[in-house]
């Protein structure tokens, strides 16, 4: 199967982003260039994890002798972007990822692909579909970005995912609106 590729070289606009209140809010990476947008679900996990290995790759590229790709120590203000996600159309549910450094572009590049049915079920060694490279994958999602605009993305997702709900200070469980059962009272 053909898999079609939205690929983004130099977006517009690359946020994570979050549709509903916090406990039950589903995270997008959303990318835009000229008309073209593009939005796929991600986990909470992956989006924390996204930008903190966003940051170590530009903090480590920033030890580079001369430092030649001009990595800027914190985020350029004029790329801050706060907005709201545009209209959300998701293209898929992220499964695997990829994060790489395009050194002629002076890039960060980002690669994701959708859950497969592999993802979802047990590891089954007589199935013969699970051995068939990526045969139930139909898109996948590449985008490069300035080293500018990656540390304003990593700041912005650092935010996002720090917004949800507070941790228990007992056990470091996320606490609901309506209580925890570390902090509820006993009947």
């Known amino acids: 199967m053909r898999t079609q590729v939205h690929e983004f070289s130099w977006p517009d606009r690359v946020v994570i982003g979050v549709i509903g209140l916090p406990g039950s809010r589903t995270f997008y990476l959303q990318v835009r260039e000229g008309k073209q947008i ?5 986990e909470k996990q992956q989006s924390a994890l996204l930008a903190e290995k966003i940051d170590e790759i530009l903090d480590q590229l920033i030890t580079v002798e001369g430092n030649p790709f001009s990595i800027p120590m ?4 004029e790329l801050v972007d706060n907005d709201p996600l545009e209209a959300v159309q998701e293209q898929f549910r992220t499964g695997a990822m990829s994060l790489g450094w395009d050194p002629t572009t002076a890039q960060i590049v980002i690669e994701a692909h959708p ?3 592999d993802d979802s079920e047990d590891d089954d060694d007589d199935d013969e579909s699970l051995h068939e490279d990526g045969a139930n994958e139909t898109e996948m999602l590449r985008v490069r970005m300035p080293v ?3 540390r304003a993305f990593a700041k912005r997702t650092r935010e996002i995912v720090g917004a949800g709900r507070p941790a228990c200070p007992l056990c470091g469980y996320p606490v609901d609106a309506d209580g925890h059962i570390c902090t509820l009272p006993e009947a």
């Open 38 to 42: 593009v939005s796929i679900a991600m």
């Open 74 to 77: 914190g985020t350029p203000v």
């Open 115 to 117: 859950i497969t049915d």
């Open 148 to 150: 500018g605009t990656a």
